[in-house]
Each structure stands twice: as structure tokens, then as C-alpha cells.
């Protein structure tokens, strides 16, 4: 059974870098040909895909958060990352890892919450 755990930062002031670790148990994220990425959901709205690191390494982000977004990867310790930079309150929201395969999304983290705010 594949668990994924996300890190919980609390509140990011304004301009701060917001940075996330999903934890990865029951399955390698070296795993052929798994997807993992990060996916947010403001109060009120729907779900937004960030970005995805595959199984190689290689990344991938949404175009209109590409320029603040890095994904990156600690093989040694079975986690990835997300760091958001120049946050602001619309960057406020529930902030989910998740495993894709096979074409859909079938393992999810529980979700952390993210609070923008001075």
C-alpha cells in the first residue's frame, strides 16, 4: 500500500518562499512509470495541478505557475519537493501530493494546509 504524507508548514508571510515535502512510503518514486505531483485547492475552488516530477527525474509545470515553481527530488529518502516562491494570499490553500499511473491519479496524500498572510 502506497502512503504519501505531506509536510505542514503552517503560515508563509507574503513574498516567502513556500516549501513543501510529500513523503513516500510503500513504493520507490524510482519506479517506472510513476508520476508524482503536487496539486493545491484554494478555499472555495476547485483543484489546480502545479507541476510533476516523473520517475526519471524529470519535471514539468503548470504554465501559469512555471515561473515561481521548482519540484525537485531526494532519492535517498524517498521525498519530493515543491518550492513556491513570491507567495501572496491567493496562494492560500489545501496543498496535496499525489501518485499517477496508469493514466489517473491513485494515491493521494492526505493534504496540508497552507495560509499566506502577514
Known amino acids: 500500500q502506497v502512503q504519501l504524507q505531506e509536510s505542514v508548514p503552517g503560515l508563509v508571510k507574503p513574498s516567502q518562499t513556500l516549501s513543501l515535502t510529500c513523503t513516500v512510503s510503500?513504493?520507490?518514486?524510482?519506479?517506472?512509470?510513476?508520476?508524482w505531483s503536487w496539486i493545491r485547492q484554494p478555499p472555495g475552488k476547485g483543484l489546480e495541478w502545479m507541476g510533476v516530477?516523473?520517475?526519471?527525474?524529470?519535471?514539468y509545470y503548470s504554465p501559469s505557475l512555471k515561473s515561481r515553481t521548482s519540484i525537485s527530488r531526494d532519492t535517498s529518502k524517498n521525498q519530493f519537493s515543491l518550492q513556491l516562491s513570491s507567495v501572496t494570499p491567493e496562494d492560500t490553500a489545501v496543498y496535496y501530493c499525489a501518485r499517477a499511473g496508469g493514466g489517473r491519479y491513485d494515491y493521494w496524500g492526505q493534504g496540508t494546509q497552507v495560509t499566506v498572510s502577514s
Open positions: 516530477i516523473f520517475y526519471d527525474g524529470s519535471t
Open positions: 510503500g513504493g520507490s518514486i524510482t519506479t517506472s512509470y510513476y508520476a
